[in-house]
């Protein structure tokens, strides 16, 4: 039986393959770890809008709405005048309505009165008191000036504010006022010889809620 010698330069050779063997292991699991480096995006998108929400107001007991939303525009109110003339102790009545609208909201409006703008101030004016509540058209027209609001005008002057707000609803409901002008009794006399007018403009702010 013979036996087998390894020469020196043989095992070096064999040496040398392993490290090279061991050598591309490691470069192959480099090379896998590159390519699992991959690059991807994942996108979303949403979309928003507001809702609409528009207030109006009627001077006619809610037959016809319109925005009315500068003083050049300001709806007429119908006060019913004798004789289209005021004398002390007289009293006169026009509906106003307010609504969320056209189109009904699920938001309501908080509405304020702010403070009168009187065109043609004057002895007649300053004397004028105003009250606003809360009546249907028929009863207003007809001297029948229903609840006072709280916080808002009533036998106060022309310009009084209605600082707490009421409340609007979003449905579309419409919310009936009533403005009452009264001259008091004791007032005047007017100097002049000549027939005294005056132009009062209301504002009201609304605020979605």
């Known amino acids: 039986m013979s036996s087998h010698t390894t020469s020196p330069r043989t095992n070096r050779n064999r040496r040398k393959a392993r490290a090279v063997l061991a050598g591309g292991i490691v470069l192959g699991i480099g090379a896998v770890v590159t390519l699992a480096a991959w690059n991807d995006s994942v996108w979303a998108e949403g979309e928003f809008a507001t809702e ?5 107001g009627s001077v006619d007991g809610g037959s016809t709405w319109d925005e009315y939303a500068t003083a050049g525009t300001a709806g007429q109110l119908q006060f019913t005048l004798d004789n289209l003339a005021m004398v002390p102790g007289d009293t006169v009545y026009a509906p106003f309505a ?18 009168a703008i009187v065109q043609t101030p004057g002895d007649f004016s300053n004397d004028l008191r105003l009250t606003v509540s809360g009546a249907s058209p028929t009863a207003c027209a007809d001297g029948n000036a229903g609840t006072t609001l709280p916080g808002w005008p009533s036998n106060s002057p022309l310009t009084a504010a209605g600082t707490t707000p009421i409340t609007v609803s979003g449905s579309g409901t ?3 006022l009533c403005f009452a002008v009264h001259l ?26």
């Open 52 to 56: 609409a929400w528009n207030v109006q």
């Open 98 to 115: 307010l609504r969320v609208g056209p189109d009904p909201s699920t938001l309501d409006a908080s509405v304020v009165l702010n403070s």
């Open 174 to 176: 419409q919310y009936d």
């Open 184 to 209: 008091p009794l004791n007032s005047g006399p007017y100097t002049g010889g000549q027939q005294l007018t005056g132009s009062v403009q209301w504002k009201f702010d609304a605020e979605s809620v």
